[in-house]
């Protein structure tokens, strides 16, 4: 009977043995595009059964609607009525984007024993283990999105797969890769030969970028609570059902990262519009008929806004400045890469928002409806010049703040030092 028994030493090799990498990698790319569309298909079924208690249809028409909801999120686009809809709830990217983060960083720390250790890779070593993994996610993920795509096609919706995998390599390469390199470690490992100012620079770019779409989903939210009254009488129009209006409701939520993002764009100055020859601006506001939709009823008045909401266009760079300071507040560098680190993270900061800001946009019905979205060759002027100045003025503020610190406690500046220090002879003398 003990000949039947694992051997203490067997035991400890089979634990230290790592699992495939390939298997590892491939199924968490599976799984983490699986996560959120059961969800999204449960929710579905759940929403054909509460309009009108399963009398039409099948259960399987509900799972439909919700991978279309699924690969709408992925950029996929769906035809609705013969009316072509291009613009992404980018709520449901961003649940997908956070089940990629999760089971990313769970791949990375599965695969953290593979390749080269941190001595072998800090001497220079080559290590694909990274790549690889991501290359494997990729498919994994990829492999879900095609069948998905295959089995919610027909006449009446018709996804676009290539729309579909290149959102996916988008977000493979944005939120995947970073997730896989941070869970197995290299992340930290590459870091260390980054020079300062740029992670300094890095660290401005994510609080910027973080704060500004804070503040402009902040915006937005209280100019829906001031028009809610609106919002609920286009609600009451349609005369839905109590479940009818809780999936309504939902819909809305998906578009609040856009709706959040064309407020930045019109706190920036250029503004949005909401379909064909429209405007929306703290300049002007020039609307035509609108699709009843309560997110809508967040829309300033018809005409010249008064005179104190153009004030309002000061808070892109107030935020900058108040993000880059708190970033860079005790980074010990010189004042020349303090400055070239908050103007720097500052532009980066502008530029992704403006990317982000392009990517909330799109078709929204047939005719005037075929545009929606902010005015993105202006939003990138204007994001990277507000951002940009804003960041460098709060980094020139963490340069006085040493500056006054060193003289509180008797230290010379950095200049100083360097003009006092005495010359070295080069022969060491």
């Known amino acids: 009977m003990t000949s039947l028994l694992t051997r203490p030493d067997a035991a400890r090799a089979d634990a230290a043995r790592p699992r495939p990498l390939v298997l590892i990698a491939t199924l968490g790319g599976v799984l983490a595009a699986l996560g959120p569309l059961v969800v999204l298909m449960a929710v579905g079924i759940i929403g054909w059964f509460a309009t009108d208690a399963g009398v039409h249809g099948a259960p399987r028409d509900g799972m439909r609607v919700g991978a279309l909801v699924w690969l709408a999120g992925h950029g996929s686009g769906v035809t609705v009525m013969g009316a072509r809809v291009t613009i992404v709830p980018l709520a449901i990217t961003g649940i997908a984007a956070w089940s990629m983060w999760r089971l990313g960083h769970r791949v990375g720390d599965s695969v953290s024993g593979h390749g080269p250790d941190a001595d072998r890779i800090s001497d220079g070593e080559r290590d694909f283990t990274v790549p690889t993994s991501i290359l494997l996610f990729f498919a994994g993920y990829a492999v879900v999105a095609v069948v998905v795509a295959t089995l919610a096609a027909g006449s009446t919706a018709d996804p676009s797969v290539p729309h579909v995998m290149g959102w996916t390599i988008l977000m493979t390469a944005l939120v995947a890769a970073p997730a896989i390199a941070v869970g197995s470690g290299r992340a930290a490992i590459w870091a260390a030969f980054t020079p300062p100012t740029v992670r300094a620079g890095a660290a401005v770019a994510g609080a910027v970028l973080r704060a500004f779409v804070v503040v402009s989903a902040l915006v937005f939210l209280v100019a829906l609570a001031v028009s809610f009254g609106d919002a609920a009488t286009m609600t009451s129009r349609l005369h839905p059902s109590p479940a009818e209006a809780g999936l309504y409701a939902l819909v809305n939520a998906a578009f609040v990262p856009n709706a959040s993002l064309f407020t930045g764009s019109w706190l920036l100055g250029p503004g949005f519009a909401v379909g064909g020859a429209t405007l929306v601006s703290p300049g002007a506001v020039v609307l035509g008929p609108l699709p009843v ?137």
């Not at 760079?317 to 070239?340: E, M």
């Not at 100083?416 to 060491?428: F, N």
């Open 293 to 429: 939709f309560p997110l809508l009823a967040a829309l300033p008045a018809v005409g010249t806004p008064a005179g104190w909401v153009g004030a309002l266009m000061a808070l892109p760079p107030l935020v900058a400045a108040v993000s880059a300071f708190r970033a860079l507040r005790g980074r010990a560098l010189p004042w020349d890469q303090l400055a070239l680190a908050g103007c720097g993270g500052g532009l980066v900061a502008g530029f992704a928002f403006a990317v982000l800001a392009g990517l909330s946009g799109g078709a929204a019905g047939p005719g005037r409806m075929r545009f929606i979205g902010p005015f993105v060759p202006d939003v990138y002027f204007h994001a990277m010049t507000a951002c940009g100045v804003g960041a460098l003025l709060g980094a020139v503020g963490v340069v006085l703040l040493n500056r006054r610190a060193n003289k509180v406690w008797g230290l010379p500046d950095e200049d100083d030092a360097a003009a006092t220090e005495p010359a070295r002879d080069p022969a060491g003398d």
